[in-house]
Every structure is written in structure tokens, then in C-alpha cells.
């Protein structure tokens, strides 16, 4: 995961309450703080390093570590600047990395099932400036990978995606190409790795994703995930490819398979 400039805002909210004014220069909702006559994430930031010390001393540091304190603000926003909620989800996160192993993920580690062209970063930005995902579906064949493959090569190209994130950047867009899928690239297994991913171990790290394209036999898929997505289901648009070429990259910066 790449770090995000570490910044610390100063929310001041006033001692009585019958006007609340939340005063804030970040971009992010704070309707549901607690209300403190100063609420200082530097402060917050301190508080959840030195309970993940005490509490989880044998989790690692440096970098996506406890003490990672750009990790620690990202996942306080996540929870509302709440500091149990940051601390008990950044926990799962920081121990699901140690276990996954992120860190030795290479090109080459994921070089065998990066080669079915499924799943690639794309080389240029959107027009929005967001890194691009693409995941074609008519290339995946559940059975002819095994499911941890593919989870790895998953999260391979979520990192490689946010190494690509421009200065003041902070999420990636995601798509699904849906040309030419059947019954045999549906995988519910998987699609729910990819979400339940992104919601735990990168949140808010994602900002849309775009199903191209779909086609009948795709909607009785959709709808068994949708319930399972919760909230990230906003987060889908589905839409043509046409709306791709014209909406979100330009002629120079189109996807390849986008070019027909």
C-alpha cells in the first residue's frame, strides 16, 4: 500500500452544543465524532500507535506496520476517527498482511496466472487521474487456477495500482470487462474476495468500479453478490464500453481492449 502524505488537521468544535459547527480543512465527514473541545488526529494517531504497542507489541513495524502513522491516519478516516474501531480493524489488516505474505509479492511470484492476461494495471490514468484495475472476465476459468493464485495475483495488482497513485490521490478505479462472459467464468468465490478485500485491508482505497458490458447471464450472478457487498455495491456502475472510450480515458490513454 502506498503511504499518503501524512497530514494532521485540527477540528475545533465549540464547548456548547445548541449550534454545532464542525470546523475541518480535510475532506472527510466528521458529522459523527464524538464531540471534544479539540479533537487533534495527531493526537488520535498517538493513541491508536501506542495501544496497537501495548496491545499487539508482537505486530510488525515500518512500513503497513503499527507504527505506520500515514497507515494508522488512513484507517482512522476509515472509522470516523474512531480510535477502538481504527485499532481493531488495522489489527485484521496489518496481521491478514503478515500472513498473506503482501510483501513478497513480485512479478514473478504471480508471473503464471498474470500470463492469461485476466487481470492487469493498466499503463496510463483515467481522466480523473486514478490508476486503473482491469479485470476481464471472459479469461477467468475457476477451475483452471487455484483459487489462492488468484487471490494473489489480486492483490499483487491492488498494490501495483496504488504505487501509481498521482500526488493527491488517494483511490483507484476498478474495471470489469464483461464482453463474452458465460456461465463458466462466474465465480462468486472470488468476486467476494475482491470486495471483501478492498473493504477490509484497503479501504476507501477504491472509488468505482465499472461493469462493461454485462450480459444476461451475468444479472442472476449480480444479483446473489449484490446483498453481500453492503455498501460497496454503490460503488458499481454498470455501463458500455462506449461510455469507457468516452467518459473516462482519452484516445492516447484507452485501455487496449477498449480500442475496437
Same mark, same amino acid.
Given at each position: 500500500?502506498?503511504?499518503?502524505? @501524512? ?25 459523527? !465524532? ?17 495501544? $496497537? ?9 515500518? @512500513? ?8 494508522? !491516519?488512513?484507517?482512522?478516516?476509515? +472509522? ?5 474501531? =481504527? ?17 513478497? !509479492? ?11 492476461? %485476466? =487481470?492487469?494495471?493498466?499503463?496510463? $490514468? ?37 504505487? %501509481? !497513485? ?43 468500479? $465499472? ?18 457487498? %453492503? ?5 458499481? +456502475?454498470?455501463?458500455? =464500453? ?10 492516447? @490513454? ?7
Amino acid at each position: 500500500m502506498v503511504p499518503v502524505r @501524512t497530514v494532521y488537521p485540527t477540528v475545533a468544535l465549540p464547548l456548547s452544543l445548541s449550534n454545532l459547527s464542525v470546523r475541518t480543512n480535510f475532506a472527510v465527514r466528521c458529522s459523527n !465524532l464524538h464531540p471534544q473541545p479539540q479533537l487533534d488526529s495527531r493526537k488520535l494517531v498517538l493513541s491508536v500507535k501506542e495501544k $496497537l504497542e501495548k496491545e499487539h507489541h508482537s505486530l510488525p513495524v515500518g @512500513t503497513n506496520g503499527r507504527d505506520d502513522e500515514d497507515l494508522i !491516519l488512513w484507517f482512522l478516516k476509515d +472509522r470516523r476517527f474512531s480510535v477502538e474501531e =481504527a485499532v481493531s480493524k488495522l489489527t485484521k489488516a496489518i496481521k491478514w498482511r503478515q500472513d498473506f505474505e503482501v510483501s513478497k !509479492l513480485t512479478e514473478e511470484t504471480v508471473q503464471v496466472v498474470a500470463k492469461t492476461g %485476466k =487481470a492487469y494495471v493498466h499503463d496510463f $490514468l483515467d481522466i480523473n487521474g486514478r490508476p486503473v484495475l482491469v479485470v476481464v472476465a471472459s479469461k477467468h476459468f475457476p477451475e483452471a487456477q487455484e483459487p489462492a493464485d488468484d487471490e494473489r495475483l489480486c492483490v499483487f495488482l491492488i498494490e501495483k495500482a496504488l504505487s %501509481k !497513485l498521482p500526488a493527491g490521490k488517494e483511490q483507484i478505479l476498478g474495471i470489469v470487462d464483461l464482453r463474452g462472459f458465460g456461465t463458466e467464468n462466474a465465480d462468486l468465490k472470488y468476486l467476494t474476495f475482491l470486495f471483501d478485500v478492498f473493504y477490509y485491508y484497503y479501504p476507501k482505497r477504491l472509488s468505482q468500479v $465499472l461493469f462493461v458490458d454485462a450480459p444476461f447471464v451475468f444479472k442472476p450472478i449480480w444479483q446473489l453478490v449484490k446483498p453481500l457487498l %453492503k455498501s460497496y455495491a454503490s460503488l458499481v +456502475r454498470f455501463c458500455s =464500453a462506449d461510455t469507457v472510450r468516452k467518459e473516462y480515458f482519452t484516445e492516447e @490513454t484507452l485501455p487496449p481492449c477498449f480500442r475496437d
